[in-house]
């Protein structure tokens, strides 16, 4: 059973570039979260979605957006990039309503963005 | 706002027991997680505590109390492997059927030495 995959591994971009990051969820999971954590601190939420559609969303400008497919996969578009957006993007998946230990968010290997 | 502490580093001696604090205050609450994240890698689920009280898996248990905002991360007989980043997260209520995110604190780098 494949736990979730990201891709790519790593990638480098210069500023004011656009990248695609993408992920497909563990089997049987139909929500996916994106997290960017910046060295030496916690992840931090990005959004989330559910049935293609972004069903919440954390502290980030518009320039982050993503998509989620019918077959679950998602992915996060980041435009005009910073050198701030330099960071491990996450990808989280999950299924379920808010409630119990069934609703446990697995994570990706993440996705290392570097920003020159 | 949104607030989770935890102590940065840590350091403890293989075989021994070791205690990760964790407070938080957030506006809602659905649930404490720690994970365990390895330098350049993802962050592994350890434990998840919604009632308060001692929940145990082997040799990690955590504890939750919800009055208090207050939560530990325990590690019996430590090994060599376990050094690594203990993150503390809480799910927060979400909204319109959402599952509601993880707010995670910055976490904990614990080194175990021989």
């Known amino acids: 059973d494949a736990g979730v995959t990201q891709s790519p591994t790593h990638l480098i971009k210069t500023r004011g570039q656009q990248v695609t990051l993408r992920c497909s969820p563990k089997?049987?999971?139909?929500?996916v979260s994106w997290y960017q954590q910046a060295l030496g601190q916690g992840p931090q939420f990005i959004f989330q979605?559910?049935?293609?559609?972004?069903?919440q969303r954390g502290n980030f400008p518009d320039r982050f957006s993503g998509h989620q497919f019918p077959n679950y996969s998602s992915e996060l578009n980041v435009n005009a990039l910073l050198l701030g957006d330099s960071a491990l993007y996450l990808c989280?998946?999950?299924?379920?309503?808010?409630?119990?230990?069934?609703?446990?968010?697995?994570f990706g290997p993440g996705t290392r963005l570097t920003v020159l | 706002g949104q607030n989770i502490d935890q102590p940065t580093e840590m350091t403890a001696t293989e075989g021994a027991i070791v205690q990760i604090n964790c407070t938080y205050q957030t506006s809602g609450f659905n649930g404490l997680f720690w994970y365990q994240q390895h330098a350049g890698e993802a962050p592994t689920f350890l434990s998840y505590?919604?009632?308060?009280g001692l929940e145990e898996k082997g040799r990690f248990s955590s504890f939750l109390s919800r009055s208090k905002g207050y939560s530990y991360l325990l590690l019996k007989e430590l090994q060599m492997k376990d050094s690594a980043s203990y993150l503390c997260a809480v799910r927060d209520s979400g909204y319109g059927g959402s599952q509601g995110n993880l707010i995670f604190g910055k976490g904990t780098k614990l080194s175990v030495k021989p």
């Open positions: 089997s049987g999971h139909d929500t």
């Open positions: 505590n919604v009632l308060d």
């Open positions: 979605y559910y049935e293609e559609e972004e069903r």
């Open positions: 989280a998946s999950s299924t379920g309503l808010a409630g119990s230990e069934w609703d446990t968010q697995y």
